[in-house]
C-alpha cells in the first residue's frame, strides 16, 4: 500500500508561481515513476507531467511545456511540481500518481492522492 499527500496548493495571481508537494509512504519510493495531473471543474483529468524514477527521464503536457518543472527527491520520498508563468486555465486540482512498476510514461498509475486545489486569478 502506498499514501501519496500532495500538499501547497492556493491561490495565486496570473503570472504568479507555486509550487507543489507530494509526499509517499512505500519503501520502495525510488522505483516508482510518478506522475502529475490536473482536473479543471467540468473536465475530464488530464496530464501533466511525469518523470522517471530516477529521475533522468521527464516529459511534459505541451500546455506546460516551459512553464513547470517536475522534480523528486528518492532520500525525501517525494516528488515536485514547480509551477511558473501561471495563466487562470492552469485552476484546477493537481494530483499526484505512482507506477509501482517503474514504466516509463505509463497508461495507468497505480496509486493516487487526495489532490490540492491551485486557483489563478487574472
Known amino acids: 500500500q502506498v499514501q501519496l499527500v500532495e500538499s501547497w496548493g492556493g491561490l495565486v495571481q496570473a503570472g504568479g508561481s507555486l509550487r507543489l508537494s507530494c509526499a509517499a509512504s512505500?519503501?520502495?519510493?525510488?522505483?516508482?515513476?510518478m506522475g502529475w495531473f490536473r482536473q479543471a471543474p467540468g473536465k475530464e483529468r488530464e496530464f501533466v507531467a511525469v518523470?522517471?524514477?530516477?529521475?533522468?527521464?521527464?516529459y511534459y503536457a505541451d500546455s506546460v511545456k516551459g512553464r513547470f518543472t517536475i522534480s523528486r527527491d528518492n532520500a525525501r520520498k517525494t516528488v515536485y511540481l514547480q509551477m511558473n508563468s501561471l495563466k487562470p486555465e492552469d485552476t484546477a486540482v493537481y494530483y499526484c500518481?505512482?507506477?509501482?512498476?517503474?514504466?516509463?510514461?505509463?497508461?495507468?498509475?497505480?496509486?493516487w492522492g487526495q489532490g490540492t486545489q491551485v486557483t489563478v486569478s487574472s
Open positions: 518523470i522517471s524514477w530516477s529521475g533522468g527521464n521527464t
Open positions: 500518481a505512482a507506477d509501482l512498476t517503474g514504466s516509463w510514461r505509463p497508461k495507468t498509475y497505480d496509486y
Open positions: 512505500g519503501r520502495t519510493f525510488s522505483t516508482y515513476t
